[in-house]
Structures are given as structure tokens and as C-alpha cells.
């Protein structure tokens, strides 16, 4: 069995990065790695809207989870369901 090569991406592998966000009038902080923010900013650019009403509608869409996740957590998989990794 051969063993898969895997290359580190564009740029090289970066740890997350923490960002103040206001949802719904309440600051918050998260920390998501570049490439999750950059595809983030992608995602509300395509839906025009503002960066901080996506991630509002996220977070809605998280509270309503039988077990939710943290907002990160749920961020990314928002994005990686979607098609934007």
C-alpha cells in the first residue's frame, strides 16, 4: 500500500485567528483559521450580506441544534457543508 504524500496548502498550515464579531448587539469573539475566514467572507460576499449577518444566521441555525456546538465549531461546518472549504 503506498503512502499519500500530503502537501501542506498555499501558504503553509496557520493556527486560528481571533476576530471580535457583533451578533445581534452582543460582541463576541472567534477564532478560526485563515482559510475558514477567508471563505467566510467569501460566503457573505456571495450572499450580500455583511459578514456579521452570516455569521448571525449561524449562529441562529446552531441554538436550534439538539446538542449544539460552539460557534467555531459550527462555522466550519457550516462552510464545509456548504462546499466552501
Known sequence: MAALEVVPPPGGFH?????SITIAG?????SLEPIFWSALEAAAVDASL???ALVAAIDHARIG?????????????WLMASGRD
Open 26 to 30: 452582543h460582541p463576541t469573539s472567534i
Open 15 to 19: 493556527g486560528p485567528v481571533k476576530r
Open 65 to 77: 441544534a439538539d446538542d449544539p456546538p460552539n460557534l467555531a465549531s459550527a462555522i466550519r461546518t
Open 50 to 52: 455583511p459578514l456579521s
